[in-house]
């Protein structure tokens, strides 16, 4: 039985529809926030892939070490909807790519922010 994938549509400037799936969701300083990946570019097809994980165990694979990541605020509109929000602060998104990158890494990181990143 496969897993089932978080997948968010969006439009583009030109009216053009992309999915994304959402890799994981976190919260900074009281905000949520979710990563997400190209939904095509998800899975490889290689059989040492766990893609629970940000790239794949496999060294010989090449289809998932050059994903790409967005990082995006999540505000909720109401009880059923939520927008995903571009991150236009450097500084707060320099912050949050550390945050992902030691979430991928496997190491716990807390709500504090104060903590150092």
């Known amino acids: ?9 969006f439009t583009d400037d030109e009216g053009n529809d992309f999915e994304l799936e959402v890799m994981d969701y976190f919260f900074y300083n009281g905000q949520e926030y979710a990563v997400l990946s190209d939904a095509e570019d998800a899975e490889c097809g290689c059989e040492e892939c766990a893609h629970d994980e940000e790239t794949c165990d496999d060294e010989a694979c090449e289809g998932c070490a050059d994903q790409e990541v967005y990082i ?46």
């Open 1 to 9: 039985m496969q897993d089932e994938r978080d997948i968010v549509v």
């Open 72 to 117: 995006m605020k999540i505000v909720q509109m109401d009880d059923d909807m939520e927008e995903f929000v571009p991150i236009e602060d450097d500084s707060l998104m320099e912050k949050l790519i550390a945050i992902v990158q030691r979430r991928f890494d496997g190491e716990e990181v807390g709500d504090d922010p104060d903590e150092e990143i």
